[in-house]
């Protein structure tokens, strides 16, 4: 399965020439798509159905469970198509996220069996575990995947990459970003939840799209892109956090479920944590 995932990452990247225009139409978050958005959709959905290899998929773009007719296997699959897809017109680096399940999709995310994602860079990389650490590896010019890194720790560093907007923050999450950089954080957000997270995994740090004034339960996706990331970061060494406690432990009880989002090195989102905890009391 990661091989399917692999083999359409390079058709998805080549497919960057194909438009870089709005679809004008609105995904079940109310947001605007990109044509690539649906395209990379479809391409994912209909190479899997041909599989045959998955029971169900959910993914970003679409509204219900799609449920595939005599599977070779019970696993359910889910996928965040494009990652951080306002930035394609302007060229900045976009991922493909995927997080593979024994069977039903609405399950917690420390069920996961595998979870993957590719970053569309200067260099197309994918990065997975299955369980068994995470490894990286670097697209070649066929298409093929060349390993670049084996089992991946998350190390010490100081980056932060903060989401939304400071007026909005709740209390606890203004002493977390205020005790950041009091620590000599440096700030790095680009839009792309992939690529921000692939830095903080390489360099350490946090990267945190936190609940807000109005928008208390975040922005980010709880299947489609919490819970692959933090599958990823938790098995190199690191933790994801709702603010409270640990996003793997929440069982979603609808694929469009959302959540804050804290996600790096233990250090951090222990701290996260300690603050919530003592502005809630
Ligand atoms: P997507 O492109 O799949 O809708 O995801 C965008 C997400 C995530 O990648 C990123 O961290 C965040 O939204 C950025 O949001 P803002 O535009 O509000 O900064
Ligand atoms: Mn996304
Ligand atoms: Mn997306």
Known sequence: MILFFAENGQEIKNGFLKSQNKAGTSNIYGEEQMALDKWADEVL?????????????????????????????????????????????????????????????????????????????????????????????????????????ENIRIPDGKIYAPGALRKDYLPAHSKFIESLENDGYKLRFSGSFVADMHQILHKGGVFTYPGIKGKEKG???????????????????????????????????????????????????????????ELSV
Request: hydrophobic share 40%; no cysteine.
């Open 45 to 149: 959905i209909n190479g899997l159905k041909k599989t045959r290899l998955v029971r169900y998929i959910a993914t970003e773009e679409q509204p219900n469970i799609i449920e595939i007719d005599n599977p070779r296997n019970q696993f359910g699959v889910v996928i965040d198509p494009l990652d951080g897809s306002s930035l394609i017109d302007v060229n900045l680096a976009v991922g493909t996220i995927i997080g593979i399940y024994p069977g039903t999709v609405l399950d917690k995310g420390e069920n996961m069996i595998a979870a993957m994602y590719i970053l569309y860079g200067p260099l197309t990389t994918l990065t997975f575990t299955t369980g068994n650490g995470v490894h990286d590896f670097v697209m070649g010019e066929k298409g093929e995947f060349y390993l670049t890194a």
């Open 219 to 277: 922005k980010l996706r709880l299947l489609f892109e919490a819970n692959p990331m933090g599958r990823i970061i938790a098995e190199a060494g690191g933790a994801i956090s709702n603010g409270k406690k640990d996003i793997l432990s929440i069982l979603p009880d609808a694929i469009d479920n959302i959540t804050p989002v804290y996600a790096g090195s233990k250090k951090e989102i222990g701290l996260i944590e300690r603050y919530t905890q």
